[in-house]
């Protein structure tokens, strides 16, 4: 067990909603990080927050934002849903702004229909 | 559940021999690495990191070697197990992004009875 926290496991919503995915990271990290993982595509970095700010984004689409709170629980907003955004997404913490190594989550399956 | 795209490369390992997974790296600039483990319905599991002043780590079972003049990263497992089935990632850390890490494209390690 990683001690990273995220739900829920499985999302099915349908095209043009909008969901919000909700990390927890380790006890005692500050940097919490998005990932997307797609069968044609890989693991792909989406946004970091750390301490509440936002660090360094990645191939994050403008449908989608981040936030990280004052407890450090970070959430993923994915709106205007479409069949591509079907994928995992995984959510990562590190104690450091910077990868150091990084500790994943079991994933949000998000299905869209 | 799925990891990566359809046309993972796959390495067959009878149990007990010793897998090696190999890994091309292509930004010179790169100066930290990690192995990951993933398991089918789980997150990247952290195995063994390496920064790019050594080449060569070793943990319990598992060995980084790390090739800067060829660009090429291996993780050896020994006397594989059954629970070593899973898709293995390679990361990589550039100096100049260091809040991102990019991923491989997977090899899939099937141990064989």
């Known amino acids: 067990?990683?001690?990273v926290t995220q739900t829920p496991k499985h999302l099915i919503t349908a095209t043009g909603q909008r969901v919000t995915l909700r990390c927890s990271p380790r006890s005692g990290d500050l940097s919490v990080y998005w990932y997307q993982q797609s069968l044609d595509q890989g693991l792909q970095f989406l946004i970091q927050y750390y301490n509440g700010e936002e660090r360094a984004k990645g191939n994050i689409l403008e449908r989608f934002s981040a936030q990280q709170?004052?407890?450090?629980?970070?959430?993923?907003?994915?709106?205007s849903l479409e069949l591509g955004d079907s994928a995992l997404y995984f959510c990562a913490s590190s104690v450091l702004d910077r990868v150091s190594p990084l500790h994943f989550g079991n994933g949000t399956r998000l299905t869209v229909t | 559940g799925e990891s990566v795209g359809l046309h993972l490369p796959t390495?067959?390992?009878?149990?007990?021999?010793?897998?090696?997974?190999?890994?091309a790296y292509s930004n010179s600039a790169s100066d930290y690495f990690i192995w990951y483990k993933q398991e089918s319905g789980k997150g990247p599991q952290f195995i063994i990191d390496i920064r790019s002043n050594m080449?060569?780590?070793?943990?319990?079972?598992?060995?980084?070697?790390?090739?800067?003049?060829?660009?090429?990263?291996?993780?050896?497992?020994?006397?594989?197990?059954?629970?070593?089935?899973?898709?293995?990632?390679?990361?990589?850390?550039?100096?100049?992004?260091?809040?991102?890490?990019?991923?491989?494209?997977?090899?899939?390690?099937?141990?064989?009875?």
């Open chain 1, 1 to 3: 067990d990683s001690g």
């Open chain 2, 55 to 113: 080449d060569k780590r070793q943990g319990q079972r598992v060995t980084v070697l790390l090739n800067k003049t060829v660009k090429h990263l291996s993780l050896q497992i020994a006397a594989t197990q059954p629970g070593d089935s899973a898709v293995y990632f390679c990361a990589e850390r550039n100096t100049g992004t260091a809040s991102k890490l990019t991923f491989g494209t997977g090899t899939r390690l099937q141990v064989t009875l």
């Open chain 1, 69 to 79: 709170f004052p407890d450090l629980h970070s959430e993923l907003n994915l709106s």
């Open chain 2, 11 to 23: 390495l067959s390992v009878q149990e007990g021999d010793n897998s090696i997974i190999n890994c």
